[in-house]
């Protein structure tokens, strides 16, 4: 992978990522209540288990999308023997 391109996917995935652990401190944090009351002052949707899956799903797409450009980059770097 080319580095733009590698600068591209590793951008992304570490805000899908970022998004991801949002959307799960929103869900399951220690204050729930205070979420859902601040949620209802601010006018978003209260925590809800669509938006705890859509958290789980984007920690798992963005992870890989780190993993995959770290691991492209690691196997160009290996030398065999």
């Known amino acids: 992978m080319k580095r733009p391109a590698r600068l591209i996917v590793t951008a992304i995935g570490v805000l899908i990522l970022i998004f991801g652990l949002l959307c799960l401190n929103y869900t399951k944090a220690d204050g729930l209540e205070h979420h859902?009351?601040?949620a209802q002052r601010l006018g978003l949707p209260p925590p809800s288990n669509a938006i705890l899956y859509s958290g789980v799903a984007s920690i798992v797409l963005g992870a890989g999308s780190?993993?995959?450009v770290?691991?492209?980059?690691?196997?160009r770097h290996r030398t065999f023997s």
């Open 66 to 68: 780190l993993g995959y």
């Open 36 to 38: 859902k009351k601040s």
């Open 70 to 75: 770290l691991g492209a980059s690691r196997r």
